[in-house]
């Protein structure tokens, strides 16, 4: 049995996981003039770097708004902020 290792190292699993969001084409947006825009912005993460019920609350939240929107013919997309 493989070990686990005690810190999670990203560049072992990420970039697989990356090149297969670009194939399966999870970065790129439907265009469809029939259907009404809707869209939240993801806030930058918190400054300390410490999660806590309030990130779990307002994740849920968004979540729930987006996909209340799509079955009301609306293209329900949630959008990363950029933090720079």
Same mark, same amino acid.
């Given at each position: 049995?493989?070990?686990? =290792? %005690?810190?999670?190292? +990203? %560049?072992?699993?990420?970039?697989?996981?990356?090149?297969?969001?670009?194939?399966?084409?999870?970065?790129?947006?439907?265009? *469809?003039?029939? %259907?009404? +825009?809707?869209?939240?912005?993801? +806030?930058?993460?918190?400054?300390?770097?410490?999660?806590?019920?309030?990130?779990?609350?307002?994740?849920?939240?968004? *979540?729930?708004?987006?996909?209340? =929107?799509?079955?009301?013919?609306?293209?329900?997309?949630?959008? =990363?902020? *950029?933090?720079?």
């Amino acid at each position: 049995m493989s070990e686990i =290792a %005690k810190a999670y190292e +990203p %560049k072992e699993v990420e970039q697989r996981w990356y090149a297969n969001w670009l194939e399966a084409g999870c970065f790129k947006a439907e265009v *469809d003039s029939a %259907k009404e +825009p809707y869209s939240i912005m993801i +806030p930058p993460p918190n400054v300390t770097g410490m999660l806590h019920m309030g990130h779990v609350l307002d994740n849920t939240l968004q *979540d729930i708004f987006v996909r209340r =929107a799509r079955p009301r013919a609306s293209r329900g997309r949630q959008l =990363a902020s *950029d933090a720079r």
